[in-house]
Structures are given as C-alpha cells and as structure tokens.
C-alpha cells in the first residue's frame, strides 16, 4: 500500500494555459475523488468515479475542467483556459468503494494562475 | 445540502495542555469523519466514527449523532498535533462528504 500519489506536487502557469493532474489511487481502491480547496477553507468536492464510470460532477466544475479515469485505474484532471480563480489545491481521494467509507487523501496539487 | 460547522475557528494551546474540538452538522448522518492537515498540506485520516467514542493514541472522538455533534478531544496536545483539523460528513450513499471549514490549531512549546 503505497499511498494516493498526485503529480505534480506544485504547478505554476499563466492565465490561459491548460494544465493537467494526475492521480494514482491506493491499488484495488475502485472510488476515487476530486475536490478542491482554497486558503483557509475545508475541501470541497469536484468530482468522482466508481471505476472508470463518473458518477457526478459538481456545479464547482465549469466546462473548462473535464476529468478522466481511463481503465479504472489513475484519474486525470485538465483545466482548460486557466483562470486566476483557479488557483487551488487540488486534492485526490480513494476508498474502496463499498459505500460510505474511509478516504485516503493524496498529498494533492498546489496551483498557482498568475 | 448539509451543513457543517466547527468551533473554534482557531485554538492555540501550550504544550501538554488539553483541547477539545467540535463539529456540528444540520442533518442526520451514518457517519462521520475527522481529518489532519498537517502543515505541508496531506490529509491523515484520524477517525472513522458514526456514532458512539474511538480512541487513537491520545486522540479520541466521540459522535452523538442524534444530537448532530461531533467532538474531537487531543490530550497532552505536542506540537506534532499542529495543523488544521476538518470534520467531514456523507451527503450521499456513494461517500461524497461534505466538510467544515477546519480548526486551526496551533501548539507552542
């Protein structure tokens, strides 16, 4: 068990460019999240996938964000068009997926849009 | 949607001192999760606890969930307790959580 990984740890872009964001969840972890958060706020929630399927997309994600789980394996994240608003940590979660369960929390994402 | 509150907003404790959190939400839940987020940003999962007291080291949390409260208590706080800690409750059936805006916590030696 090697933990949620994210990559990259830091990403610091100008107003328009696209990034993207890579999560690879605990091994055999069917759900995975995304949320997002912002100074001195608690996450909140972006998107998830039980396998490959996505399950809901939060009104959070305008249509500049599109997220991938190809396979069912690791999740993308691409912003488009970067806004200065999107400045965030962005945070990736897995759990099991058996129902309401514990999340395990990558280390996350930290984007800067200058 | 559900509504979560945490108090204080901010807790700054001597060393050794004791503390306890608290984590209100608005409507009934089947479970509820607390979170450390230590000062480089990862997330510890700390408590798994929909109803009733779990004990972890010299962290407990107990969940009354008919009440909607929740309570965090850190004895003999260290200053390796430092970050910000966040309740989290279900707002579905698929483990989407909804979270509080976090205790900051800071311990002085």
């Known amino acids: 068990d090697t933990g949620v990984s994210q990559d990259p740890r830091h990403k610091i872009t100008k107003r328009g460019q696209n990034v993207t964001f890579r999560c690879d969840p605990i091994s055999e972890h069917n759900r995975l999240y995304w949320y997002r958060q912002t100074l001195g706020q608690g996450p909140e929630f972006l998107t998830y996938f039980q396998n490959e399927a996505q399950l809901e997309k939060s009104r959070l994600l305008s249509d500049r964000f599109s997220a991938e789980r190809p396979k069912g394996s690791f999740s993308t994240l691409e912003i488009q068009r970067t806004e200065q608003g999107d400045s965030a940590m962005y945070l990736c979660a897995s759990s099991p997926g058996q129902g309401v369960e514990k999340l395990f929390f990558g280390s996350g994402t930290q984007l800067s849009v200058l | 949607g559900i509504q979560v509150e945490q108090s204080p907003p901010d807790l700054i404790l001597q060393e050794g001192a004791n503390s306890t959190l608290r984590c209100n939400f608005s409507?009934?839940?089947?479970?509820l999760q607390w979170f450390h987020q230590n000062p480089w940003g990862q997330l510890i999962n700390l408590f798994y606890i929909p109803s009733g007291t779990k004990q972890n080291g010299r962290l407990s949390a107990t969940t009354v969930a008919t009440e909607r409260y929740s309570l965090l208590y850190i004895s003999s706080s260290q200053t390796t307790d430092s970050g910000v800690y966040f309740c989290?409750?279900?707002?579905?059936?698929?483990?989407?959580?909804?979270f509080g805006a976090g205790t900051q916590v800071v311990v002085t030696p």
């Open positions: 409507d009934s839940v089947n479970n």
């Open positions: 989290a409750v279900p707002t579905d059936s698929w483990g989407k959580f909804q």
